[in-house]
């Protein structure tokens, strides 16, 4: 009789904690599921920040590329301008090298001790062989 007894009692402890233990995972489970859809959104929203912020470095960098490739263009048109003014390339003997900070071993005698040499045109340039295509 103790037997049974104890039994029943272990019976109706096991069935009402199975009970609770249901009862109790259903809000549970409903705060788990909650807050990983919290986390969820939280992440998503930091990866549109991302997403937005990539988009707006790509369009500046395409606006950078446009600009850049219509400058391209200017130029092009201005060497074609030039030529139609008979402007040509300098020859190489026209070509000075500038400086501005020289090693000291290179530093050209009567060069400014600072490290800065000033442009100046070869001895052999007169107007006439400065003027474009010869004509003054």
């Known amino acids: 009789m ?3 007894a104890r039994k029943r009692i272990l019976q109706a402890l096991t069935r009402g904690t199975v009970r609770w233990l249901l009862l109790l995972a ?3 489970a409903m705060l788990f599921t909650e807050a990983w859809l919290h986390l969820q959104i939280l992440q998503n929203g930091y990866h549109t920040v991302e997403l937005r912020s990539s988009i707006r470095d790509k369009e500046n960098r395409i606006r950078e590329l446009t600009a850049c490739e219509a400058s391209y263009g200017k130029l092009q048109q201005l060497e074609a301008n030039a030529r ?3 402007l040509v390339e300098p020859q190489l003997s026209q070509i000075e090298v500038v400086r501005l900070h020289p090693s000291p071993n290179e530093q050209a005698p009567g060069a400014d001790p600072a490290g800065v040499e000033f442009a100046r045109l070869p001895k052999e340039a007169t107007p006439t ?3 474009p ?3 003054e």
């Open 129 to 131: 062989t400065l003027a």
């Open 133 to 135: 295509n010869g004509k």
């Open 84 to 86: 139609a003014l008979g």
């Open 26 to 28: 259903v809000p549970f």
């Open 2 to 4: 103790k037997r049974n």
